[in-house]
Structure formats: C-alpha cells, structure tokens
Nanobody, 134 residues
Framework: QVHLVESGGGPVQAGGSLSLSCEASGDATVRSTKTCMAWLREATGKEREVFAGIQVDGTTSAVDSVKRRFTISRNNDKDALNLQMTSLTPEDTAVYYC?????????????????????????WGQGTQVTISS
C-alpha cells in the first residue's frame, strides 16, 4: 500500500504562482528509485487529466497546456513530489492529485507511452483544491 497526501493548494490570483507537494508513505516512497509519479487535476464538469509525470530516473513529461508553466520534480530530502506552477489562469482551477506507480524494475515499463493515462497508476491521493481568480 502507498499513502499519498497532497498539500499547498489554495486561492491565487491569475498570473500568480503556487507550489504543491505530495508526500508518499507506505510500501513505496518518492525517495525510492522504483516509483513513477504524476500530477493529475480535475476541474468541475471535466474529466480528470494527468498533466505531468516523472519516471524513475527523473525524466519528466507534461501536456502542452502546462509544459512551459508547470514543473514536476522530486525532493528526495523531503521524500516528496513537487509541482511548481507559474502564470496561473482561471482555467487551472481544479482539484490537484498526485498518483504513484511502484515498479519492481529499474524503470516503469511503457512510461513514455502511458504516463498520461490515469489507469497507469496504482495509487492516488485525496487531492488539494487550487482556485485561480481573475
């Protein structure tokens, strides 16, 4: 079992920045080199979207809508997954979740093809609300 807890959400004005964090505990941790992780978000009335992922070796992927504004990274000292968000717009308003996929291998298989699929991950956190006001 893996327990994920997101933090750092809140209200922000458009154009501002916000940092989210996800702490993992249980059978797999962020510090572990055998966990792929991702950030997802779900806006009201829309499907949940995986928008950024990070492979075991630190390779990252992101969808075009956030690629130049959001940065996903690991903080091994704090055993946390981070998300740095800049140039926020009201369209970024959503509940933000982190997800994890433990792997017995040195890399998550098919990560480059499947990282953006929610079903690729085995564990999800409860989410943190991010609200961007114009």
């Amino acid at each position: 079992q893996v327990h994920l807890v997101e933090s750092g959400g809140g209200p922000v004005q458009a154009g501002g920045s916000l940092s989210l964090s996800c702490e993992a505990s249980g059978d797999a941790t962020v510090r572990s080199t055998k966990t792929c992780m991702a950030w997802l978000r779900e806006a009201t009335g829309k499907e949940r979207e995986v928008f950024a992922g990070i492979q075991v070796d630190g390779t990252t992927s992101a969808v075009d809508s956030v690629k130049r504004r959001f940065t996903i990274s690991r903080n091994n000292d704090k055993d946390a997954l981070n998300l740095q968000m800049t140039s926020l717009t009201p369209e970024d308003t959503a509940v933000y979740y982190c997800a994890a996929r433990p792997t017995p291998a040195m890399r998550c298989i098919n990560f480059s093809d499947l990282w953006s699929s929610e079903s690729y991950y085995d564990y999800w956190g409860q989410g943190t609300q991010v609200t961007i006001s114009s």
